[in-house]
């Protein structure tokens, strides 16, 4: 069965420091999405992405996030000066088409720390 | 949006079947009903899917009655690895841009 892939599982950075988080989405989907759930938290939708462009931001997405497709598999998410309230977990997902109905396929997350 | 309510949590043990019931009043024409499971440390997977009546698949059924102000999701004889959280989800069918909106879940904790 095809899978939604992040690497890496856990990264930890200092305060200030940039970090990117990668993500390999399944090979025929169209259509990305980055979550991130703080600890015992729900899961907080951040971004969507079609046809190399954001389609939807959540308020999380401000100006230190980013996000791109840099060839053809891959699909990253950049925190360009990282806060202690970004430590939480990130998952990537992705679908054939952007809209609800349709299934979206997460991956295991990374879980990212910062010091 | 819809707003759901579900438990908070539920027991259960081995070989039972679980009922997670969701309430959703406010439920549009449009929206369908769409279920998803969160082992600790995972991401969430899709279980089922449905707009009315009983939708039926490999891993549990949806019953939503005909006011479509609630579902159940029913999953058959569960046994330990079933210990999750479990996410109802509200939704329009059409002019979404498909990002998802969980709420806190039921969490659903098996027992031997």
């Known amino acids: 069965e095809p899978e939604v892939t992040q690497t890496p599982s856990h990264q930890v950075t200092q305060m200030g420091q940039e970090v990117i988080l990668r993500c390999v989405p399944i090979?025929?989907?169209?259509?990305f999405y980055w979550y991130r759930q703080i600890l015992g938290q729900k899961v907080e939708f951040l971004v969507s992405?079609?046809?190399?462009?954001?389609?939807?931001k959540s308020e999380i997405f401000d100006d230190q996030f980013s996000v791109e497709r840099p060839d053809g598999s891959n699909f990253t998410l950049k925190i360009r000066s990282t806060k202690l309230e970004d430590s939480a977990m990130y998952f990537c997902?992705?679908?054939?088409?952007?809209?609800?109905?349709?299934?979206?396929?997460f991956g295991p997350g990374t879980r990212l720390t910062v010091t | 949006l819809a707003k759901t309510t579900q438990p908070i949590s539920m027991d259960s043990y081995e070989g039972q079947e679980v009922n997670i019931t969701c309430s959703h009043n406010?439920?549009?024409?449009?929206?369908?009903i769409t279920w998803y499971q969160q082992f600790p440390s995972q991401g969430p997977r899709f279980i089922i899917q449905?707009?009315?009546t009983k939708v039926t698949n490999e891993v549990a059924s949806l019953f939503i009655p005909a006011d479509r102000k609630s579902s159940t999701l029913s999953l058959p004889r569960v046994s330990l690895s079933d210990t999750a959280v479990y996410y109802c989800?509200?939704?329009?069918?059409?002019?979404?841009?498909?990002?998802?909106?969980f709420g806190k879940g039921t969490k659903l904790s098996v027992k031997p």
């Open positions: 997902a992705s679908s054939e088409v952007g809209r609800r109905e349709y299934e979206q396929y």
């Open positions: 449905g707009y009315k």
């Open positions: 989800l509200v939704g329009d069918l059409g002019g979404s841009q498909g990002n998802l909106i």
């Open positions: 992405f079609y046809n190399n462009e954001i389609s939807e």
């Open positions: 406010n439920i549009a024409t449009n929206d369908y």
């Open positions: 090979s025929n989907h169209l259509y």
